[in-house]
T-cell receptor, first 115, second 112 residues
Framework: GAVVSQHPSRVICKSGTSVKIECRSL??????MFWYRQFPKKSLMLMAT?????????EQGVEKDKFLINHASLTLSTLTVTSAHPEDSSFYIC???????????FGEGSRLTVL | GENVEQHPSTLSVQEGDSAVIKCTYS??????FPWYKQELGKRPQLIID?????GEKKDQRIAVTLNKTAKHFSLHITETQPEDSAVYFC???????????FGTGTRLKVLA
């Protein structure tokens, strides 16, 4: 199946700094990518929908200035957590839509810890 | 908007027994219902899906049933094995939209 790669898998940062997470579709063009947040033992909460070449669409309650999403190419979307605080610590997962099957493919996830 | 509920939150079964996980949804316009398996620290992976024009779909030990009228669908795993232990998420969306609302997850433990 198609592969979505996410980097970094783990990141620790100080409060107030910004962190960028990359999501790449390796063998297909993902016209749409999604970003989720997953709390421990909880479900995947959709944060935003990212379309190549246009502004991301954010879900209700998600601060767009806090979570900057860029989808500059058909194979790369980035999520930047700006001025991170401890409450931003979480597991962030991306997914890409596309490929031959129309299936949604998930990245490995990135665990962010803000000290 | 769509609301998805999933039960049970945890499920323990003896190896070889069957496991059933149920999800209900609220939006009758939803027409695509995938199930994902997520092992600890790994990415969710699609294990089976069903569209609204089908009532049941089976793939070896895994099956999904859909009741559109009642707006619920279920995952059935037969002859469970220890490697089936994971968290299972149902999702609800529209065919081709990829924008899914996920259930709260079920932690399945298969006891050897």
């Amino acid at each position: 199946g198609a592969v979505v790669s996410q980097h970094p898998s783990r990141v620790i940062c100080k409060s107030g700094t910004s962190v960028k997470i990359e999501c790449r579709s390796l063998d297909f063009q993902a016209t749409t990518m999604f970003w989720y947040r997953q709390f421990p033992k909880k479900s995947l909460m959709l944060m935003a929908t990212s379309n190549e070449g246009s502004k991301a669409t954010y879900e209700q309650g998600v601060e767009k200035d806090k979570f900057l999403i860029n989808h500059a190419s058909l194979t790369l979307s980035t999520l930047t957590v700006t001025s991170a605080h401890p409450e931003d610590s979480s597991f962030y997962i991306c997914s890409g839509a596309g490929g031959n099957t129309g299936e949604l493919f998930f990245g490995e996830g990135s665990r962010l810890t803000v000290l | 908007g769509e609301n998805v509920e999933q039960h049970p939150s945890t499920l323990s079964v003896q190896e070889g027994d069957s496991a059933v996980i149920k999800c209900t949804y609220s939006d009758s316009a939803s027409n695509y219902f995938p199930w994902y398996k997520q092992e600890l620290g790994k990415r969710p992976q699609l294990i089976i899906d069903i569209r609204s024009n089908v009532g049941e779909k089976k793939d070896q030990r895994i099956a999904v049933t859909l009741n559109k009228t009642a707006k619920h669908f279920s995952l059935h795993i037969t002859e469970t094995q220890p490697e089936d232990s994971a968290v299972y998420f149902c999702a609800v969306g529209g065919v081709g939209t990829y924008k899914y609302i996920f259930g709260t997850g079920t932690r399945l433990k298969v006891l050897a």
